[in-house]
């Protein structure tokens, strides 16, 4: 069961350059999100995608893309990085808000 | 605004104490409530949710929260901590009309000395 899974789980990046995260969930759920946890700060939704084809903000939008490229996968765009990007992203996904999350295992990113 | 709030930042406990967790939301509707548990280095996993019913949830390992109402309310409880229960516990809640998205408190680290 491999439930969500994140790649790459590490990234060193310089600033101004682009990376993709990417994410990928086998439970067939409709819902998928990006969240990036920094220290005192919790979890920040940053795009969230309700069902395939749809995309929306969270709270700490500016500066990613998103794309729903299929029902199983939901990637992370970092058009150019900047060192308040510096993070753990998680990826997480659900069938319906009563279910919670099911989490990835994170990315650490580092923009230098 | 709708929002979570956890007041305790860093717990320290030792092993068999008893453990209480605050957490509280601001939002007179429907919410579901969630706890879920970080242990060092891993990922976030469900510990336990409410969203009807017996306002007394038991979770895994232990756990159980109890949802009141009428003080906006959904504390985490453990009779008797292990060393193993050393994490991050960050409350959770889904507000009526955003049921798909869940906000979360800021967490509450907790350490358990053997």
């Known amino acids: 069961n491999a439930g969500v899974t994140q790649t790459p789980k590490f990234q060193v990046l310089k600033t101004g350059q682009s990376m993709t995260l990417q994410c990928a969930q086998d439970?067939?759920?409709?819902?998928m999100y990006w969240y990036r946890q920094d220290p005192g700060m919790g979890l920040r939704l940053i795009y969230y995608?309700?069902?395939?084809?749809?995309?929306d903000k969270g709270e700490v939008p500016n500066g990613y893309n998103v794309s729903r490229l299929n029902k199983r996968e939901f990637s992370l765009r970092l058009e150019s990085a900047a060192p308040s990007q510096t993070s753990v992203y998680f990826c997480?996904?659900?069938?319906?808000?009563?279910?919670?999350?099911?989490f990835g295992s994170g990315t650490r990113l580092t923009v230098v | 605004a709708q929002s979570v709030s956890q007041h305790n930042h860093h717990v320290i406990l030792s092993e068999a104490a008893s453990l209480e967790l605050g957490c509280n939301y601001s939002?007179?509707?429907?919410?579901?409530l969630f706890w879920y548990v970080q242990y060092p280095g891993q990922h976030l996993q469900l510990l336990l949710k409410?969203?009807?019913?017996?306002?007394l949830v038991k979770g895994i390992k232990g756990f159980e929260a109890e949802f009141i109402k009428s003080k906006f309310s959904f504390n985490l409880r453990k009779p008797s901590v292990q060393w193993s229960d050393t994490a991050e516990y960050f409350c959770?809640?889904?507000?009526?009309?955003?049921?798909?998205?869940?906000?979360f408190g800021i967490g509450t680290k907790l350490q358990v000395i053997p």
């Open positions: 997480a996904s659900t069938e319906g808000g009563v279910d919670g999350y099911t």
């Open positions: 439970m067939n759920h409709n819902s």
């Open positions: 995608s309700a069902s395939e084809g749809t995309t």
């Open positions: 939002y007179g509707g429907t919410v579901n």
């Open positions: 409410y969203f009807s019913g017996d306002p």
């Open positions: 959770a809640v889904t507000f009526s009309g955003g049921y798909q998205k869940v906000t």
